[in-house]
């Protein structure tokens, strides 16, 4: 019988004691991850991956063995290679049926083996579209075959506890013997790092006190609970778990503190902050760029620009290396506290002479503070001088330009001008958010009807307005009088279930 069969006929734990044992190498992790950007398939691979996604296609409103069926009668001469299919497999984003489809297909043709990054993928992405049964079913099949890791593991235990399964999380742990895995310290902390990010840190804390002391604890364990407690707010509970840390012989790192600092700035307990950095310091573990910098921008969002500014100067006396997220930081709040001239010389000199190269967030937050300070002229001068450090700019990098001269009267050239360079220099596309930018923009300084010939890019290429912006162009085609406007929004309102 097969494996799948067994899993769904005697249930999970039956199926798994069936299969035959398969002991797995930790270092097989390593393997999942692969650059598929960087992925150059050959003439004849491109022409195969054209083949199967037309019979992909072809069958996608049908269920998955429909896919399975097409591509065994379309792709009979298609030499598969991992590329082919990994390369797909990523391709297809969170479409799980063509993926699915795709690897249960390619699963089956003689002399094919799955790499571990598309074992991974199939498994991450049927989690993440909550296709967890069909993410189980995967499993002993996976592990009949020689192909499961514990990365795979990590994320059937992460996708299994998201879909609120957290029973289902505990008995694959359970089973992890019969699977040709340990259960130790590495897949005990996987399970408690799941229940604890869903939310169910006294599940964890329960399953713990099982599980130990047969299987022991480390740092790292002690830390998820800290976290867990931090993330429920109840600081009371993390500094409980500090104190068992100690005890146990394992101290506080920096991970500890800056959780448990994380959690007093979000209930804005910052007398509370400046007690536990200083307790840092005398217990001889600093801070890091990571913890100075959560602090600096929690102080900041509260408005508080001056002593986030302190915070930037403690992390600097200290000697502690600034890094490019700090810096981010750094021009944000510089900016909204209005030094828009010491910003600029972080983003000119300071991270030049430091040897911290400025990223695409650096002149996007420099980009955006310019212009919410009504500088268009220092704000374009960021976007040629990124151009010139060959950083491409994104959708993020435009949009408050736009905003920007999109406010003012007589700016359309301006306007024009920069989505030229969006679509034709940079090959951007404009999403959802920034069509609705533009046509709502162009509406309110009278250019109504570029903003209708956007619209219509916009629902020609299947992107669906927001209703405010339905409502916009249609009460403006309805003042007008222009008939057939209103005739033909309301067949694409209708066309998208308006």
Same mark, same amino acid.
């Given at each position: 019988?097969?494996?799948?069969?067994?899993?769904?006929?005697?249930?999970?734990?039956?199926?798994?004691?069936?299969?035959?044992?398969?002991?797995?190498?930790?270092?097989?992790?390593?393997?999942?991850?692969?650059?598929?950007?960087?992925?150059?398939?050959?003439?004849?691979?491109?022409?195969?991956?054209?083949?199967?996604?037309?019979?992909?296609?072809?069958?996608?409103?049908?269920?998955?063995?429909?896919?399975?069926?097409?591509?065994?009668?379309?792709?009979?001469?298609?030499?598969?290679?991992?590329?082919?299919?990994?390369?797909?497999?990523?391709?297809?984003?969170?479409?799980?049926?063509?993926?699915?489809?795709?690897?249960?297909?390619?699963?089956?043709?003689?002399?094919?083996?799955?790499?571990?990054?598309?074992?991974?993928?199939?498994?991450?992405?049927?989690?993440?579209?909550?296709?967890?049964?069909?993410?189980?079913?995967?499993?002993?099949?996976?592990?009949?075959?020689?192909?499961?890791?514990?990365?795979?593991?990590?994320?059937?235990?992460?996708?299994?506890?998201?879909?609120?399964?957290?029973?289902?999380?505990?008995?694959?742990?359970?089973?992890?013997?019969?699977?040709?895995?340990?259960?130790?310290?590495?897949?005990?902390?996987?399970?408690?790092?799941?229940?604890?990010?869903?939310?169910?840190?006294?599940?964890?804390?329960?399953?713990?006190?099982?599980?130990?002391?047969?299987?022991?604890?480390?740092?790292?364990?002690?830390?998820?609970?800290?976290?867990?407690?931090?993330?429920?707010?109840?600081?009371?509970?993390?500094?409980?778990?500090?104190?068992? %840390?100690? $005890?146990? !012989?394992?101290? *506080?790192? &920096? /991970? #500890? @503190? +800056?959780?448990?600092?994380?959690?007093?700035? =979000?209930?804005?307990?910052?007398?509370?902050?400046?007690?536990?950095?200083?307790? %840092?310091? $005398?217990? !001889?573990?600093? *801070?890091? &760029? /990571? #913890? @100075? +910098?959560?602090?600096?921008?929690?102080?900041? =969002?509260?408005?508080?620009?001056?002593?986030?500014?302190?915070?930037?100067?403690? %992390?600097? $006396?200290? !000697?502690?290396? *600034?890094?490019?997220?700090? @810096?981010?930081?750094?021009?944000?709040?510089?900016? =909204?506290?209005?030094?828009?001239?010491?910003?600029?010389?972080?983003?000119?000199?300071?991270?030049?002479?430091?040897?911290? *190269?400025?990223?695409?967030?650096?002149?996007?937050?420099?980009?955006?503070?310019?212009?919410?300070?009504?500088?268009?002229?220092?704000?374009?001068?960021?976007?040629?001088?990124?151009?010139?450090?060959?950083?491409?700019?994104?959708?993020?990098?435009?949009?408050?330009?736009?905003?920007?001269?999109?406010?003012?009267?007589?700016?359309?050239?301006?306007?024009?001008?920069?989505?030229?360079?969006?679509?034709?220099?940079?090959?951007?596309?404009?999403?959802?958010?920034?069509?609705?930018?533009?046509?709502?923009?162009?509406?309110?300084?009278?250019?109504?009807?570029?903003?209708?010939?956007?619209?219509?890019?916009?629902?020609?290429?299947?992107?669906?307005?927001?209703?405010?912006?339905?409502?916009?162009?249609?009460?403006?085609?309805?003042?007008?009088?222009?008939?057939?406007?209103?005739?033909?929004?309301?067949?694409?309102?209708?066309?998208?279930?308006?």
């Amino acid at each position: 019988m097969h494996s799948l069969s067994l899993w769904r006929c005697h249930g999970a734990v039956r199926a798994l004691q069936l299969l035959p044992s398969c002991r797995l190498s930790l270092s097989s992790l390593t393997h999942a991850s692969r650059d598929l950007n960087s992925i150059d398939l050959t003439v004849e691979e491109e022409a195969s991956a054209s083949q199967i996604k037309s019979s992909i296609l072809k069958a996608r409103n049908g269920s998955v063995q429909n896919l399975v069926q097409s591509l065994g009668v379309d792709c009979q001469a298609v030499q598969l290679t991992s590329n082919i299919v990994d390369s797909l497999l990523f391709k297809f984003g969170d479409d799980w049926k063509s993926a699915l489809g795709l690897f249960q297909w390619a699963q089956s043709r003689d002399n094919y083996k799955h790499t571990a990054y598309a074992c991974s993928r199939i498994i991450d992405l049927l989690g993440k579209m909550r296709q967890v049964d069909q993410m189980w079913d995967l499993l002993p099949d996976m592990h009949c075959r020689g192909l499961l890791t514990i990365e795979i593991f990590a994320k059937s235990i992460r996708r299994l506890a998201g879909a609120k399964r957290w029973k289902d999380a505990i008995m694959l742990f359970d089973k992890l013997d019969d699977m040709g895995m340990e259960r130790n310290t590495e897949t005990m902390n996987v399970l408690l790092d799941a229940l604890c990010k869903e939310k169910k840190i006294e599940v964890a804390r329960q399953v713990f006190l099982v599980l130990s002391p047969p299987i022991q604890p480390d740092a790292y364990t002690f830390n998820i609970f800290v976290h867990g407690w931090c993330s429920a707010r109840k600081i009371d509970e993390a500094m409980w778990t500090i104190e068992e %840390m100690k $005890s146990r !012989g394992f101290p *506080p790192s &920096v /991970i #500890t @503190y +800056t959780a448990l600092l994380e959690a007093y700035c =979000k209930q804005q307990k910052f007398r509370m902050v400046y007690e536990v950095l200083d307790s %840092m310091c $005398s217990e !001889g573990c600093h *801070p890091n &760029v /990571i #913890t @100075y +910098t959560m602090i600096m921008t929690s102080l900041a =969002k509260c408005n508080m620009f001056e002593e986030a500014l302190s915070i930037s100067h403690r %992390m600097k $006396s200290s !000697g502690c290396k *600034p890094d490019t997220l700090f @810096y981010n930081s750094l021009i944000n709040l510089l900016g =909204k506290a209005g030094h828009l001239s010491e910003a600029s010389q972080v983003l000119k000199v300071e991270m030049p002479m430091n040897g911290v *190269p400025r990223s695409l967030a650096t002149y996007n937050t420099m980009i955006s503070i310019f212009c919410q300070k009504d500088r268009d002229e220092d704000a374009l001068n960021v976007l040629k001088e990124m151009e010139a450090q060959s950083c491409k700019p994104d959708i993020q990098t435009y949009r408050p330009l736009l905003r920007l001269f999109l406010n003012r009267r007589g700016q359309h050239g301006t306007i024009r001008n920069l989505l030229d360079e969006f679509v034709n220099k940079h090959s951007l596309g404009l999403d959802v958010d920034t069509y609705s930018l533009l046509i709502h923009g162009l509406c309110r300084v009278g250019e109504t009807d570029w903003a209708y010939q956007l619209f219509e890019e916009m629902v020609g290429s299947e992107i669906g307005p927001r209703y405010k912006t339905w409502e916009l162009l249609l009460s403006d085609a309805q003042s007008k009088n222009m008939v057939g406007r209103v005739e033909k929004i309301r067949d694409y309102m209708a066309w998208f279930g308006i």
